[in-house]
């Protein structure tokens, strides 16, 4: 419900298309007649030379439905310079190889400086929705394409949301260019990965959720999402299934912008065939915006000549500071733009919250849906092969879809999470240590200005749609309001559209530019920490700690114990040790201890450090515990025969522990020592053999047996 959620964004129950002066959106029909947008500074544009090209972005799916996601894939279709709406794209001569002139694998991992043959043990899993009865064969024309090795049964699996082979769902023409898409770019960017594709049985949240399950179940410590939908439609049980310590979840921020206000116009009878359009804007997508999750938003991407990156901006297709936006007026379509902006429901995690520029995103708390980010502009794409309802043919796509398996598959070469419980911290973490591991996206924005500055994009709006209060955030966009839970009332309110502006439409021109959908230097929300330079911003920094036991663990004795701290921050230092012993005990500073009673303990010593991590590590000892002795020999036995006793198989679990000695007293006076010793009773009778063991850490156990010895 729109007033719902603005009541969140507002702080108040008013919605702000109740604000004075607000302004209709005409069709770009209209607006043609009016007066042009104030030309702002020039969108990144390629540099090399090449052969001019026409095309519309096509959704691979269309909105999601209440309690439904989307997937986020967007496929360059060329039309016509004359089709309306089209955009205008290159293909330079030099970089673009691909078979349908997108970027290739080579050009992917040469632009984000990795080597994409190395040896890796990990396995990378696709979770989308419906089959993809090709997804095989298209992965196998791919490979052959570009030289790389045939599939084995064990270099990709693809199994049903419960984890089994069978049954699969049935098929879908969208969610199968999806996984078309999806385990190509993993196979680009990763030749030794082992591909899982789980593949839910509808695009419903929770059967996507019990997918992501067992997806981590059947090994994958990297899973991939490159689908979304409103926030508004999350629960904590389909969260819980983006939360596994350890393993890296990634997912695609959405394709219409920030707070998806891509969505504003896209009405039924305006483009739309979706009967609740209009109810997916003013908030970002999950599972990005689950804070245990890593969400990779999109970018544009131009190359150099020998392939290495020239520069990347934030990718936004339909804003007003870009070429398309400004030839088609106030069109919103499907020409797309990165997602993401703070969450209205999920606060922080710290690290992120502690980033520097996180405070200019204006979250103040909350989760800001937007981590890292990779390719994923549509009008360069990268090329792919499908061969779904019998075509054969390649494509060139793109759309955040494309960003969240190449970061998963970047993730994988660096070897997964390594042992971080959230992995986005590696990201912030490297962002602050190793400054150069990411490529600072500075340009650009994923809001309706487009990275324009308040003041310029103000004008540019009361150009067009005089009068006006220059506030995008104040817009009508002319149509009934559908929304499930009221009938139409009239013209609507546009919503949110960029977020360097009052969010209830007062006006406010020469604002500075927040953060939140704008690339600034440093973090943020348009692009996260930047894009990959390199797998250093996967890897760990966080400080580990290990733990060890003296040789030999002696009851009520006081033993030392031993501790290796590594700490790869630069600077780092130690701030605090504390150490528990596991029998309720702890200190501050002393790893020296005696263990009073006997049992077995976890020894842990936590650490943090100068910039505030935690780490722990341990030990687990026996201390004082009873040894199993063990008899071997014979019950009823003869007078005046030698008979053979053991204690073979004795075992002793104390720490360090070993049998030293064992003894025997038979019960007629006679005595001896040894594991294996012989004995002759010269009477009849019964006796008690008394056999006891001795170990060096203190302990001994006896064991006593009655003998029978008859004539």
Known sequence: MVTAVLAVVLGSAVPAAAATGTTKLGTAATLAAGHPLTEPAPRPQAAATGTVHYARIA?????????????????????PASTPHAIRYVVPDSVQTGPSGGFTPDDLSTAYQVNPSAATGQTVAIVDAFDDPYALTELNAFDRYYGFPAETSTSFRKVNQAGARSPLPTADSGWAGEIALDIEAVRGMCRKCKILLVEASTPNNANLATAVNSAVRLGARIVSNSYGGPEAGGSPSIQAAYQHPGVVITASTGDHGWYNWDFANDVPGGGST?????????????????????????????????????QEWVWNDNGADDQNGMCCGFWFGGQGASGGGCSLRYNAM????????????????????????????????FDYYSQYGGGNHWG????????????????ALAGGSGGVAYPAQNLYDNYRFHPTSTYDVQTGGNGWCAGDDTTSCSTALQDETAPSTGNPNNLQNGSTQHDAENPPQGQGWAGLLDCSYP?????????????????LTGYDGASGVGTPRGLQVFRSTQPAVAVSHPSVMKLRVNEAFGSRITEPAPGATITSRTWTYGDGTAATTSNVHAFRNAGTFTVRLTIRDSYGRTASGSTRITVGRALSVQFHGRTRVHRNHTYRFTAYGSRDINTGGRIVRVTWNFGDHHRA???????????????????TAWDNTGVHTTRRVRVRVVR
């Open 503 to 519: 969010h209830d439409g007062s006006e406010q021109s020469g604002q500075p530019i927040s953060g939140e959908c704008n690339a």
């Open 274 to 310: 979706s009967p609740d359009a209009g109810a997916s804007d003013d908030m970002p997508n999950t599972p990005a915006a689950y804070p245990s999750v890593v969400a990779v938003a999109g970018t544009g991407l131009e190359l150099n000549p020998d392939g290495s990156r020239n």
């Open 396 to 411: 060139t796509i793109g759309g955040t879809s494309l960003a969240s398996p190449l970061v998963a598959a970047m993730w």
């Open 350 to 381: 710290s690290f992120q919250a502690a980033a520097s520029g996180y405070a200019a995103t204006g979250c103040k708390g909350k989760r800001m849906t937007g981590d890292v980010a990779a390719l994923a502009d549509p009008a360069t794409g």
């Open 59 to 79: 959704p691979l799916c269309g909105q999601p439905k209440p309690g439904e996601s989307a997937c986020f894939g967007l496929k360059r279709v060329p039309v």
């Open 673 to 691: 020592t040894g594991s294996a010793v012989k004995h002759r009773y010269s009477r009849t009778g019964r006796y008690t053999i008394t056999e």
